[in-house]
């Protein structure tokens, strides 16, 4: 696979849903990514590759019988962070279309099918709630549940949908029997063009309401004052401070005020903890320790807080003996862990699945500084091709 052909294809894309501050806002089931949605049934319609949909969004394109048993699943999505890049997602959608593209002039006859999958709000951008097509395909999440999520505008998943989700696929375990999901690699660890991943740290994301008494910023002495902002500012310290003693990862970097005045004292300061660690215990000690300095400083403030897990995700360990696999037929890549969250970690918990990650020269991601060079891509598109050429 040359690097022109990787050029050419992504150039298709590329501007599709990029925005005037940088970056990218392709939030699920909107403009930008319903266009991304009907390129992705055109690419497959050039390859005479049927596309179906199994009720919750996701998309399939088939290479062999739609549905048939035992399918290898390859694919990622298309949905962005707000001002987010360019490749986390896309880049394993392209990449999937390109791979077929080289065993198809290879002469290779896939023994079972191949689907190239575009999953719908992996990252929970629009409705909160990140990998909620494939949580849906594996009946990790509700479908009522699912339905009723809305995103900052007051819409809800079904309305954007168009129906209500259709929930766990039917004989999935026997339809599908594995997954290999390339992905843009989103730290510093790579210092190849290709990786393989090992585990997916445990993560999830806990809204704070902080509560207090409104009143005027001008006539209110400071010392009569019940401000959830102080109580808010506090616990993003602390978060911060008890993140880094664990060794773990905590971030809170979206917030909405009440009544979000210049010269009121707020009522209600409304956060998301963003919380990730190695394993599932420094997890679980950390946001208890986060939750703990709020409500002391809520006492202290005559506050109010409550907490409410919004979605929590267990740690993945891949297969190790299918991630080795994997290493060695492509040759000896290194394998490594990711604190990001995939697709592809909530469908292990009931099918062999697998990770491949492309170099990621700056080691930023979520931000407009996401980038990959075009001859790491054209070596990702190749190692996705050898696997699925091994697993079909």
Request: charged residues 20%; hydrophobic residues 45%; negative net charge.
């Amino acid at each position: 696979m040359s690097a022109e052909a990787f050029t050419a294809l992504w150039a298709e894309i590329e501007s599709i849903g990029r925005a005037d501050g940088g970056g990218y806002l392709r939030y699920a089931l909107t403009e930008p990514e319903l266009v991304l949605r009907d390129w992705f049934r055109n690419q497959a319609d050039r390859r005479d590759m049927p596309v179906t949909e199994d009720g919750n969004g996701n998309l399939f394109a088939w290479w062999g019988d739609p549905w048939g048993r035992n399918a290898v699943l390859t694919g990622s999505h298309f949905d962005s962070v707000p001002h987010g890049g360019g490749y986390d997602g896309p880049l394993g959608i392209v990449s999937a279309f390109l791979a077929v593209d080289q065993l198809r002039a290879a002469g290779h006859r896939p023994g079972r099918p191949i689907a190239i999958v575009a999953f719908v709000e992996e990252e929970g951008g629009r409705f909160g709630v990140p990998c909620l097509g494939s949580r849906l395909m594996t009946g990790a999440i509700e479908p009522a549940a699912a339905a009723r999520l809305t995103d900052r505008d007051g819409v809800t998943f079904a309305e954007a949908l168009g129906t209500e989700p259709a929930g766990r696929l039917p004989e999935l375990q026997s339809r599908i029997g594995g997954l290999v999901e390339l992905h843009i690699e989103q730290g510093r660890a790579l210092d190849v063009p290709v990786g393989v991943a090992s585990a997916i740290w445990p993560h999830g994301r806990w809204r704070f309401d902080f509560t207090g008494r409104g009143d005027h910023a001008g006539t209110t002495r400071m010392s009569d004052r019940n401000d959830p902002m102080l109580t808010f500012a506090y616990t993003v310290l602390a978060a911060n401070k008890e993140a880094r003693l664990a060794g773990a990862h905590a971030t809170v970097a979206r917030a909405e005020i009440t009544p979000n005045a210049t010269n009121a004292i707020p009522s209600l300061v409304r956060a998301w903890l963003d919380a990730r660690a190695a394993d599932t215990p420094t997890l679980e000690t950390l946001v208890e320790a986060v939750i703990k300095r709020a409500e002391d400083r809520a006492g202290r403030d005559g506050t109010g807080v409550s907490v409410t897990p919004e979605s929590v995700s267990a740690e993945v360990a891949f297969d190790t003996s299918f991630a080795q696999g994997i290493a060695k037929w492509l040759g000896g890549a290194p394998i490594l862990p990711t604190g990001a969250g995939h697709d592809a970690g909530v469908l292990s918990a009931l099918l062999p699945a697998a990770m491949l990650f492309v170099r990621n020269p700056t080691g930023v991601s979520h931000s407009p500084a996401e980038h990959a060079e075009d001859a790491d891509c054209a070596a990702g598109v190749e190692a996705l091709a050898a696997v699925l050429k091994e697993l079909s």
